[in-house]
C-alpha cells in the first residue's frame, strides 16, 4: 500500500512541476526553460530516490542482517586480530 501512495505521490509532484513548467513556457515567462530543465533533474533525483526506498524495504531483512553482522562484537574481534596484527 505505501508502495503505490509513493509512487503516486511522486508521480503527481513531478506532473505538476513539470506542467507548471510548460505552462511557464508557453505564456513566454523568462527563466521557463531553466525552470523547466531543473524539474526534469529534480524529477530523475525523486524518481531514483524512490526507486532505492523501495529496492531497501523490499531487501530490509537482508541489509539488517548484514548491518547486525558488521556490527558484532565477533566481527570487531576477528578483524582486530587478522593476520597477526591489530587492526583498529
Not at 20 to 49: E, K, S
Not at 59 to 70: F, L, M, Q, T
Amino acid at each position: 500500500m505505501l508502495r503505490k501512495i509513493s509512487f503516486w505521490y511522486t508521480l503527481a509532484f513531478i506532473v505538476l512541476w513539470n506542467g507548471y513548467a510548460v505552462q511557464q513556457y508557453f505564456t513566454g515567462q523568462p527563466g521557463a526553460v531553466q525552470l523547466f530543465f531543473f524539474g526534469i533533474g529534480f524529477t530523475v533525483i525523486l524518481l531514483g530516490a524512490t526507486w532505492f526506498s523501495r529496492w531497501l524495504m523490499k531487501h530490509y531483512k537482508v541489509v539488517d542482517e548484514k548491518a547486525d553482522e558488521i556490527l558484532s562484537t565477533k566481527f570487531k574481534k576477528d578483524r582486530r586480530h587478522r593476520n597477526g596484527k591489530t587492526v583498529y
